[in-house]
């Protein structure tokens, strides 16, 4: 659809606040927003715009998920089961189960097969307003299977109307074949594979999981100089089961999230602040694992670190497609407040990216909303199980 006027709208734009507007209207163009205020103040040069009248709805920008492994091969519900028969987490990686499991499940799946089972996924996420969706590699852990991947990744945009950034997740886990020698698998498959992926296209940023059953801060930082000298942003999984200092790390690389971050400390919180990184912050990993350990959210507040909010939609530590629900989780686990729940969706997630086009109803981004059958946007959050999306329009498109 092309140029076009909404009417009869409630807008939080997510400019200051919710930046709500009671009476609002918004005027699309060649897909992107080109007016937004209330109502009765809607220039001339509109009013021969096609006009549509949304009867007192609410709109919002639409939804962002700011940190998913959505492409994996297999899926790990007998693991599931076995946790529930009293197993940790941690036993399982060691024993070769956890992300081990996927990495044998995705390299034995074509890159037809990773697509196609990852869009019923993709659609769960769709139809909760979701436009952006990050997607990480990670589950390859050798040159050929990362690419493909990432390949996967990058088909999602030509089947479905979203968009996709890719993150490259080498340093995700040591493989079987690596074992006890991270440092070989560093050098001699993670650097390589980021460079030809590189070479390809297939990366918008570069990620690490950094814990003591995965990579060290030196192993990280020796891919994250890599990615300076490909001009590639960074980000890290840190402080999710300990705290070994990867936020730090990440901060001092100019990281555009630190993600997790349940052990992160004071110290932590004042390195993001510094660097301007945003706190991502993963409830479903935190819930399905059972953890005890809260993100530091009060410090967070003090220092004003950003939160982003993310599904972290994988097949073990988070089997979640609702990004709704996580928002929900972050208020009712962590005690984010549902302003904090729908800024992390939006204009902190779009910033998680490094996205400037996005995540605010402003003029100039992408005509990228979601019109919803509730009356406040603090329902968003409150509600469980339940979806009120009535439309969601990508690029100015419904
Ligand atoms: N932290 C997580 O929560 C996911 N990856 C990571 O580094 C878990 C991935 C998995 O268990 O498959
Ligand atoms: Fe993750």
């Not at 959505?70 to 940790?88: P, S």
């Not at 990686?93 to 990852?118: P, W």
């Not at 994250?224 to 200092?245: C, M, T, W």
């Not at 935190?286 to 994988?314: G, K």
Request: with cysteine; glycine share 8%; net charge negative.
């Amino acid at each position: 659809m092309s140029d076009q006027v909404l009417s009869n709208l409630r807008i939080a734009t997510m400019v200051e606040g919710y930046g709500l507007i009671d009476d609002g209207a918004v005027a699309l163009s060649n897909g992107h927003i080109s007016w937004v205020g209330p109502s009765n103040e809607l220039p001339a040069e509109f009013k021969n715009f096609a006009k549509t009248s949304l009867e007192g709805r609410l709109m919002t920008p639409a939804l962002i998920d700011c940190h998913t492994h959505i492409i994996f091969g297999g899926n790990r519900a007998n693991e599931f089961e076995m946790r529930l028969n009293g197993a940790t987490y941690e036993e399982l990686a060691r024993a070769g189960g956890g992300i081990i499991s996927t990495v044998k499940a995705t390299r034995e799946a074509s890159q037809e097969f990773l697509l196609e089972s990852a869009l019923p996924r993709i659609d769960a996420m769709i139809a909760e307003g979701v436009t952006v969706i990050e997607v990480k590699s990670g589950y390859g852990l050798d040159l050929e299977t990362e690419l493909r991947m990432l390949r996967a990744a990058r088909a999602i945009a030509q089947h479905r109307p979203v968009r996709i950034t890719t993150t490259f997740l080498g340093a995700h886990a040591v493989p079987p074949e690596y074992k006890n020698r991270a440092d070989d698998y560093i050098d001699q498959i993670c650097i390589p594979a980021l460079r030809a992926a590189d070479a390809e296209g297939l990366v918008d940023a570069v990620d690490g999981f950094c814990e003591n059953i995965a990579f060290s801060p030196a192993q990280i930082a020796r891919v994250f100089d890599v990615a300076k000298q490909l001009k590639l942003p960074v980000k890290l999984h840190a402080e999710q089961l300990s705290n070994i200092g990867g936020a730090k790390l990440a901060a001092s690389y100019g990281a555009l999230s630190a993600d997790h971050i349940e052990y992160l400390d004071e110290e932590g919180v004042i390195a993001l602040a510094k660097s301007g990184t945003i706190a991502a912050i993963l409830p479903g990993a935190f819930y399905t694992l059972r953890e005890s350990q809260v993100p530091p959210i009060d410090a967070l507040r003090r220092h004003n670190v950003p939160m982003a909010l993310a599904t972290d939609c994988n097949p073990g530590s988070s089997p979640m497609t609702s990004l709704l629900l996580a928002m929900n989780m972050g208020c009712t686990l962590f005690r984010m407040t549902p302003l904090e729940a729908l800024k992390g969706v939006t204009i902190n997630a779009a910033q998680a990216l490094g996205l400037k086009n996005c995540g605010t109803l402003s003029v100039g981004n992408r005509a990228d909303l979601a019109i919803w059958n509730i009356q406040h946007p603090a329902e968003l959050a409150y509600r469980i199980g339940f979806n009120p999306l009535h439309t969601r329009i990508f690029g100015g498109q419904s």
